[in-house]
């Protein structure tokens, strides 16, 4: 239910908006992304892009307190072969998979896609944050992670 109703904003939003419709259309992928398949599948992974250009969703939330799910040079290459969706939190969790819902087959998390700890990364990446938020198909904000 929920799927069919941002279904339908999303259409509205395309058809209704000049913009929207024009800037939806081929915007680049960050350098990292979550692949998300259309199948099942209970995991993701961490794909690097060379340029290529497909829809994408971001996540917007707040990291809160303690230990959460992140992408450091020392989980990077496990990262890239797979990240079980168990390991997500619940709400980052949810988001994945109502991406997948809607045919999305790119999340963009920035404690996944940002190489935690890597401050050279960091800074690069963190330069281009307006740019992966404003080029993204949609954006999940998410009130409580």
């Not at 929920?2 to 915007?27: F, P, Q, Y």
């Not at 079980?84 to 994945?96: G, K, M, V």
Request: aromatic letters at 8%; glycine letters at 6%.
């Amino acid at each position: 239910e929920n799927i069919k109703l941002v279904e339908g904003w999303m259409d509205s939003c395309r058809d209704e908006h000049m913009v929207c419709a024009r800037t939806r259309k081929s915007e680049p992928l960050p350098k990292r992304v979550l692949y998300i398949s259309n199948t099942s599948q209970n995991s993701v992974l961490l794909h690097e892009s060379s340029g290529e250009t497909a829809p994408y969703v971001t996540a917007s939330y707040c990291w809160g307190v303690g230990a959460t799910l992140q992408t450091t040079q020392k989980s990077l290459k496990q990262h890239a072969k797979e990240i079980s969706l168990a390991a997500f939190p619940e709400t980052l969790r949810d988001a994945i998979l109502f991406a997948r819902g809607l045919g999305f087959r790119y999340v963009w998390i920035d404690a996944l896609c940002i190489i935690q700890g890597d401050d050279s990364d960091w800074t690069e990446q963190a330069k281009q944050m307006t740019a992966i938020y404003h080029g993204s198909a949609l954006n999940i904000a998410i009130a409580d992670a």
